[in-house]
């Protein structure tokens, strides 16, 4: 089945600076890559994702980019703010809406001031 | 737009009681649902899923079983509690991508 790598498992940065957290994957026939962010007691949250159709996509601060040749997709974070500080998960499924999406074991991302 | 309800938010068990968790689905039919646990400080480790009515999908074994008697109600049970089965239980699923419920936090004291 599939499997989920996820790093690192915390991640401190400068409010501004930018943050990155990589996944890497074992199914080649996943094809669908959601990222979430948790807050603390929290449900996880969808805050972008991406099929293996394209190699890259941006919504404001936040962009993911996926190389199915490597497998392994990105979570990229530019102007990190104090509201950013959360877990951070990957997943891949075979599908969007019909295949279970397989978690990474999490990013916690801390921005100081 | 398709929304997952999950209660209770807290529950406080004592080792060896049985337990319920109920996850309802509005908004939508015939969805794929999906019990995560997480563990404090962990991932998201995906318990059980299910397709429709009746059919359960087993991912690790363990103490706990999970059934689907209505195309929108999925439910988390056990005979008889570890302490090992705390955690925040999530509901998730549906027909467009993946929605997740509110969790559900149990102790097992």
């Known amino acids: 089945g599939e499997n989920v790598e996820q790093h690192p498992s915390t991640l401190s940065v400068q409010e501004g600076d930018s943050a990155v957290i990589k996944c890497t994957y074992s199914?080649?026939?996943?094809?669908?890559f959601p990222w979430y962010k948790q807050e603390l007691g929290k449900r996880p949250q969808l805050i972008i994702d991406?099929?293996?159709?394209?190699g890259e996509k941006k919504d404001q601060r936040i962009a993911v980019t996926l190389n199915k040749t490597a497998k392994h997709f990105s979570l990229h974070i530019t102007e990190t703010q104090p509201e950013d500080s959360a877990v951070y998960f990957c997943?891949?499924?075979?599908?969007?809406?019909?295949?279970?999406?397989?978690f990474g074991t999490g990013t916690r991302l801390q921005v100081f001031p | 737009s398709q929304t997952i309800h999950q209660w209770p938010a807290t529950l406080v068990q004592p080792v060896g009681s049985p337990l319920s968790l109920e996850c309802t689905v509005e908004?939508?039919?015939?969805?794929?649902l999906y019990w995560y646990r997480q563990a404090a400080g962990r991932g998201l480790q995906l318990l059980f899923y299910?397709?429709?009515?009746?059919?359960i999908s087993s991912e690790v074994p363990q103490n706990l079983s999970a059934s689907r008697p209505q195309d929108r109600q999925f439910i988390l049970s056990s005979k008889k509690l570890l302490l090992s089965d705390s955690g925040f239980y999530l509901c998730?699923?549906?027909?467009?991508?993946?929605?997740f419920g509110s969790g559900t936090r149990l102790t097992v004291v």
């Open positions: 997943a891949a499924s075979q599908s969007y809406n019909t295949d279970k999406l397989i």
């Open positions: 199914d080649s026939a996943s094809n669908y």
């Open positions: 991406i099929r293996s159709n394209v």
């Open positions: 908004g939508t039919s015939n969805p794929n």
């Open positions: 299910s397709v429709g009515i009746g059919q």
């Open positions: 998730a699923g549906g027909t467009y991508g993946y929605t």
